[in-house]
């Protein structure tokens, strides 16, 4: 049994539909009893349980063998990641797969960075089989953008910078390769899209695929955070994604490709103009 932790999120539910193509028995955990039904519906199995209450993921860990660990940014994400790391211990799992991100680090300037970092050293200290999967941003992010891109304009402050996009369901297809198959034990596999683009290079591909103009419009970083806030996103977070977009993405630090989608899955990784084309819909409105 495979257990995926964040399997209602978009890279966890991607690796349980991934999970079930391949035959593979799933088991997929959500904090809400109408999620797990949701999973059911699918095919998964599902358990209702919190990374913040360890003991609620010894029953969705019963019998499982391998486990996929995704779970929310937050101030507390590498303390939910270590109970779901002991648990799994304690529960006689072999192998986590655990997603983290591109250039994490203890040292890093970056709150995500750190977290992601200590939540991995404790899963390779531990007596697990691990691997890692440091992604690059995901082409996904742009569909909270969706409701701009239907009125023609795609918001951001990201200026000229590039960036190696990665579709998360290349992530999730290379995490089910990692989950069912041997070999990936104690590898780390850096995860990023076909080539690197720019904002105006995204807007771009959106109004060709779209065939309506799509303007990039460049704001602030101060524009964008407030904007997040009237959303909601945790400060925390807004503070944690301004240092996203000025300490890594503008400094061109996430705009290398790397090979290793394309030796996992044997294709090359999807690109950006494809991805806007399978989601279409959310772009016309
Ligand atoms: N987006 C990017 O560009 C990017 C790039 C690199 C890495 N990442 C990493 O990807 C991860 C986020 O993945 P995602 O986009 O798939 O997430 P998502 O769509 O926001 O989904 C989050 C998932 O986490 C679960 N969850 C949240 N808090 C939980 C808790 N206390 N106990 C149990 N489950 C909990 C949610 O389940 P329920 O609500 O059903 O309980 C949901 O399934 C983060 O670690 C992020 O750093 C993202």
Known sequence: MILVIGATGTTGGAAVRELLERGAPVRGLTRSEERAEELRALGAEAAVGDLDDPLSLMGALRGVERMYLVSQPGERQAEQEQNAVSAAEQAGVYHVVKLGELGQSQSSPLRFARQHAAATEA???????????LSNAMMQNVLAAAPTIVDGQYLSSLEDARVAHVDA???AAVAARALSEEGHENCTYTLTGPEALSDADLATALSDVLRRPVEHVRLSDEQVAAALRTAGVPEWN????VELWRDVYRTGAASAVTADVEALLGRPPTSFRQFAADHRDAFTG
């Open 238 to 241: 807004v503070e944690g994604l």
């Open 123 to 133: 899963l390779q200290g531990s007596s697990l089989r691990w691997t890692v999967l």
């Open 169 to 171: 369901r290349d992530v």
